[in-house]
């Protein structure tokens, strides 16, 4: 009886598989924000220097950067950098044309340093949001 009851299990096994991987092909993908993006988020302040651009965003406690270069074209390194006064520094950067990853970080009421570079060239807020 076990052996008939693992035979029928083991028989099932392949049609469940085709039927999961057809039902993932066929059903309607859905856009969805990168976990680390600023959308959704309002623009509350923009840092400008030489070769581009920081744009901090605000949502409740939540502030989001991200550096843009004002002249996208060679890949370069470009940076951004977001501090909540009394912690430390978050940064992420990449090798790109255009724009630096994102950083989100909860700052709640606390004042935000924002600071950015494209190249060697670098713009910073001084003590922002408070």
């Given at each position: 009886?076990?052996?008939?009851?693992?035979?029928?299990?083991?028989?099932?096994?392949?049609?469940?598989?085709?039927?999961?991987?057809?039902?993932?092909?066929?059903?309607?993908?859905?856009?969805?924000?990168?976990?680390?993006?600023?959308?959704?988020m309002r623009k509350v302040r923009t840092v400008s220097f030489r070769n581009?651009?920081?744009?901090?965003?605000?949502?409740?406690?939540?502030?989001?950067?991200?550096?843009?270069?004002?002249?996208?074209?060679?890949?370069r390194r470009i940076t951004v950098s977001v501090q909540a006064r009394g912690?430390?520094?978050?940064?992420?950067?990449?090798?790109?044309?255009?724009?630096?990853?994102?950083?989100?970080?909860?700052?709640g009421r606390r004042c935000v340093w924002v600071k950015g570079w494209v190249?060697?060239?670098?713009?910073?807020?001084?003590?922002?949001?408070?």
């Open positions: 009886m076990v052996t008939g009851a693992l035979r029928r299990w083991v028989a099932a096994l392949p049609v469940a598989l085709v039927v999961a991987v057809l039902l993932g092909l066929l059903a309607p993908g859905t856009a969805q924000a990168a976990p680390g993006s600023c959308d959704g581009g651009s920081v744009q901090v965003y605000k949502t409740g406690g939540r502030v989001c950067a991200r550096t843009v270069a004002k002249h996208p074209g060679g890949q912690h430390v520094a978050v940064r992420k950067g990449r090798r790109h044309a255009a724009s630096s990853p994102s950083v989100q970080i909860y700052a190249g060697r060239d670098s713009g910073s807020s001084g003590w922002i949001l408070c």
